[in-house]
């Protein structure tokens, strides 16, 4: 496996940041949950039933949206078009972006904020809600910041690049819930109508045993993306989706992009792979970043279940983000872009185009949220799914980086931190 010099290098739970992360003790804590919820995933899973008819916004929530850059712009229209929402205060890294978020979403200037520390200006700012849609390394900290001060959170993916990160997520959630708060992340695959009925099926027992899973992430769009040479500091990386490319700020890409394929496998499933072995290389010439070209990682269950994970960032000719499902009476497929259906067996379902997933995934889910904070539910049912599907991620990218079989268990035992340098950064 070619090595990439510009990774950071890891740390163990003994080196965590008290500023960012949980303490030691909370997260074995969280840990141990995880792990109970690797043999049986929670009963209902968001998108087990169909989304309810829209209901007519009841009152305006106060939201403060921390990342205004391109997903964060996007998903403001879709706030602001909800009905529900009143963004009053924003943040941004970049003083020109909050500011020109600002003046397009008609937000006060004195309530847009700039630099690291800006999301905390946010939080005093009087808001009720928070949307965290800016670079995923300061997710949870950010996260868990927003709980503490008792704010309802809509979180984009992925929600972690480390498994520390994805543990102070898991506690955060937890809270919310205690705290009579709600905490939802943004993933659209389990949102769509057809891949609900397609997953409803296999529930029902459709595929009869089930033999094997296939999943495809990367796609040639991942090449489109700029990986300009770094600079004295990583700022030019923060802006633009360039940190996609970067372990320490993103994940990389088998986390940042395939997490929604994965995440699809794992809300059908409804159970963790026990381990992962696999192989991965940089291919592209002058390489900036860490990112991986090509990765495929193998996944083994408990039963000996198998499920092969394909990553390309390099020019293909067909589309990312493909879940397939194989049993012994039928076969299944659930998808981002294109078709999604169950071919064979007692239960075959020709299925349906799954239709603009990207924009509809995230007004269902803002709909889904606002809804959920003013008829008072705060179970939070999407929480433990995302982080296991980003441990599942995790745990290909970290087989794959190594060339090694790796079990869960051993990962969640390292609890490495992988530590982005913010040396020189505006705080």
Known sequence: MEKNETRPALETSGGMSRRRFISGLAASTASASLFGAATGMAQEQPGDKPAEAPKPPERKIKLGIIGCGGRGSFLAGFFRKHGGYEIHAVADYFPEVVNAF??????????????????????????????????????????????????????????????????????????????????????????????????????????????????LGGGSGATARPDPPKDKTIESRLRGGIWNNDIALSGEWCVAYDVHCIDAAVWVLRRLPVSAAGYSRILRPNPQSDMQDVEFVTYEFEDGMLWNHQSLSIPDHGRSLVTNFHGDAASAQLSYWGKSFLRGGPKHYGGGEVESLYDRGAVRNIAEFYNAITEGRFDNPTVQRSVDSTLTAILGREAALRGKRLTMAELIKENAKIEPDLTGLKT
């Open 102 to 215: 600002g003046n397009a979403n008609g937000v006060d200037k004195a309530r847009c904020f700039s630099t690291l520390s800006g999301y905390k200006r946010v939080i005093e700012s009087g808001i009720e809600a928070i949307a965290i849609e800016d670079v995923p390394c300061f997710y949870a900290e950010q996260a868990e910041a927003a709980v503490a001060a008792g704010l309802h959170v809509y979180m984009a993916k992925p929600i972690a690049a480390d498994v520390p990160s994805c543990l102070s997520i898991l506690a955060s959630g937890k809270l919310a819930t205690k705290k009579n708060l709600c905490f939802l992340m943004d993933y659209q695959m389990p949102t769509d109508p057809v891949n609900i009925e397609v997953a409803k099926r296999i529930w029902d027992g459709a595929l009869g045993r089930r033999i094997a899973v296939t999943t």
